[in-house]
């Protein structure tokens, strides 16, 4: 059997943990909550320190030294996050009093971009991480004149889907490459992009299974439900899990890179966040949020600042658009670009779905979330 979201929201608390797990001295971590549906779970220091290998092997593949390069990493400190338990209420108070961490920086996604990219300015760092959201929106203002000390040489993002035309705009507003990683609250770190592109699974911390509609395993190459299993770690057990809701290509073979562990090819993004079509048809975010960088490459333009692509209904979407104010009347016309996209977007989804390219002045962050809004999003219940 498989576990969901929903197994552990109504077995917390006694019933997510084993019988003689002592949750008084365990720490409470919650998911975002950005699909509507948070889950609780436990974890322990041993656990939290053992996910942060993870990390370390990420930063080396970047030539990144967790203890001597300057970091700065954006993450979400909202209480019991993930990311507040490992760095403020485990990692630092335990491993700070065996090492300095004064090469790392850490701030908090809900804060203002001005007031983060002052910070940074400040810092100085030779590694800058965050979601790519806010990586977006400092790449804004680093494009406008911000920031003019921040060089990084390496960066990475995680939490969301980083689709092409954001991981261009920020890689050249900063004049350095960013990699993706990918991991969750429940199951820890995953896997992370290496310097080729591919994708390489934390094997030795997660065993991961790529199912199709029938719960049947899907071929190499070919998109999947994925079900993670954690293999380390006490408080809630993560066992065959579902929650997760990703599409994911699992791919054969190995990677030129000298790393031999299995491959993912697309991290196509949440089910939740898939575009739903009639008679059930499923668009991953990772097949239609490379369209507007394609448009804009094809235009020779950066004029998009941000974008977001809501459904609606089954038969409506709409795209909207944050155009650059300082590139307005600079190359292609707003207008050929809204009618490109309309057309692109139209041909993706069928003649069956009305779709509107619309200007808007901001793209609204969620309530009650620090974290940046989706880029994609659907409104039509996934049944």
């Not at 220091?45 to 990493?73: P, Q």
């Not at 680093?142 to 990084?152: D, L, N, T, V």
């Not at 999947?224 to 579902?242: D, F, S």
């Not at 562990?261 to 898939?274: F, M, N």
Request: one cysteine or more; proline letters at 6%.
């Amino acid at each position: 059997p498989t576990v969901s979201k929903n197994d552990f929201r109504k077995n917390f608390p006694q019933g997510i943990v084993h019988p003689y797990f002592d949750t008084t001295h365990a720490h409470l971590v919650s998911t975002s909550g950005s699909t509507g549906q948070p889950v609780s779970l436990y974890t322990d220091v041993y656990t939290v320190i053992k996910a942060l290998f993870g990390f370390i092997r990420e930063l080396r593949e970047y030539n990144v030294s967790w203890h001597k390069t300057k970091m700065s990493v954006i993450v979400d400190l909202t209480p019991e996050s993930a990311e507040e338990a490992y760095l403020a209420r485990t990692v630092m108070p335990y491993l700070g009093k065996l090492f300095s961490f004064d090469n790392l920086q850490i701030l908090h996604v809900g804060d203002e971009p001005r007031d983060l990219i002052e910070k940074i300015d400040g810092f100085q760092p030779e590694f800058l991480g965050g979601y790519p959201g806010v990586l977006r929106a400092l790449a804004v203002l680093k494009r406008k004149g911000h920031g003019e000390h921040i060089q990084p040489r390496v960066m990475s993002s995680s939490g969301a889907v980083l689709d092409d035309y954001t991981k261009r705009y920020i890689e050249d507003a900063f004049h350095a490459p960013i990699f993706d990683v990918y991991g969750s609250t429940e199951a820890g770190p995953v896997a992370f992009e290496c310097r080729e592109g591919n994708y390489h699974i934390h094997s030795d911390f997660v065993h991961l299974e790529f199912l199709d509609g029938q719960g049947e395993d899907v071929a190499p190459g070919e998109p999947g439900h994925l079900v993670i299993t954690k293999l380390y770690g006490r408080g809630t057990p993560v066992i065959r899990y579902t929650g997760m809701n990703d599409f994911i290509i699992p791919l054969e073979g190995l990677c030129p890179c000298g790393i031999n562990t299995h491959l993912l090819g697309i991290v196509g993004g949440r089910k939740a966040d898939s575009i739903i079509l009639d008679e059930g048809k499923i668009i991953p975010p990772s097949a239609i949020t490379g369209i507007p960088g394609k448009v804009m490459h094809e235009m020779g333009t950066d004029k998009i600042q941000q974008f977001q692509i809501v459904q609606k209904s089954l038969s409506r979407v709409e795209i909207l658009l944050v155009i650059d104010g300082a590139l307005r009347h600079v190359g292609p016309p707003v207008d050929r670009i809204r009618e490109e996209l309309q057309r692109r977007f139209q041909e993706k989804f069928g003649n069956g779905v009305e779709v509107e390219v619309k200007e808007v002045d901001h793209i609204k962050q969620s309530e009650h979330l620090d974290t940046p809004p989706h880029v994609v999003i659907s409104e039509v219940k996934v049944t």
